[in-house]
Nanobody, 123 residues
Framework: QVQLVESGGGLVQPGGSLRLSCAASGSISSINDMGWYRQAPGKQRELVATITSGGSTNYADSVKGRFTISRDNAKNTVYLQMNSLKPEDTAVYYC?????????????????WGQGTQVTVSS
């Protein structure tokens, strides 16, 4: 099986920074897109940023210029550097990865989610 384990959330003051990490482990042949999503109370889960295996990135308009997504393919890990944090960034942040595994029947690719990490921006 495949597991995604997130870390790095916490409480920070407005204008502060946090760095989230998400490490994938298990039976992995390759990882395609990786990304971060977030869900605030009473709202739907929304895309924050994604990164392809080749390093191409995509960001939600609300975080452009403040957040940076990166990945270390050797470590099967994706990061989210969050700067200039605002109270409206408060949410549970989830890691997502499209992971391919070798099976007796061929390659199987599925999307996996982490358990989520709380980010709270408040003074």
């Amino acid at each position: 099986q495949v597991q995604l384990v997130e870390s790095g959330g916490g409480l920070v003051q407005p204008g502060g920074s946090l760095r989230l990490s998400c490490a994938a482990s298990g039976s992995i042949s390759s990882i395609n897109d990786m990304g971060w999503y977030r869900q605030a109370p009473g709202k739907q889960r929304e895309l924050v940023a994604t990164i392809t295996s080749g390093g191409s990135t995509n960001y939600a308009d609300s975080v452009k210029g403040r957040f940076t997504i990166s990945r270390d393919n050797a470590k099967n890990t994706v990061y989210l550097q969050m700067n200039s944090l605002k109270p409206e960034d408060t949410a549970v942040y989830y890691c997502n990865a499209k992971v391919c595994r070798s099976t007796p029947y061929g390659t199987s690719c599925n999307a996996y989610w982490g358990q989520g990490t709380q980010v709270t921006v408040s003074s």
